[in-house]
């Protein structure tokens, strides 16, 4: 059985997910408008490229790849060295979050849950403009 490669791009520098907030005049929890507004624009950008998607079903392997942008402020040999990958961005957002906002925007729309995903590749690097890119496949 083959399985298909589903690839997404957010054009968009990478949020990592915001922790509920708590709203002290109603006492209701609420999720920060930064993070709504990215997962939205994840699950915009799937549905538009996959409009008649089925969710996965079976066990699921999921690769990100967060591409921050170069500072402005670097000289050229390390600006180098960054574009090439042998000095990694060790900034915010941490990997964990970067993780969450991905798989929880594409629950239910890519994957059926995402308890099935049992292999996950996370990257972060640097290029000219920052970026995600995701790649989804069944296995």
Known sequence: M?????EIQIDEPITG???????TYTGRAYTPTKTKNYEYLTKQIFVFKYP???PLENRVSVKITAY???????S?????????????????P????I?????DSLNKFAYKDDSQITQLKVDKKYAKTPKTVVEIEEY
Request: no cysteine; proline share 6%; hydrophobic share 30%.
């Open 52 to 54: 008649d998607f089925e």
């Open 2 to 6: 083959k399985y298909e490669k589903y």
């Open 68 to 74: 921050f942008e170069v500072p402005k402020s670097i």
């Open 76 to 92: 050229k040999k390390k600006e180098e060295a960054m574009l090439q990958g042998t000095i990694s961005p060790t900034k915010k």
């Open 94 to 97: 941490d990997i964990d979050n």
């Open 99 to 103: 993780i969450k906002i991905i798989l």
């Open 17 to 23: 997910k915001a922790r509920p907030r708590m709203n």
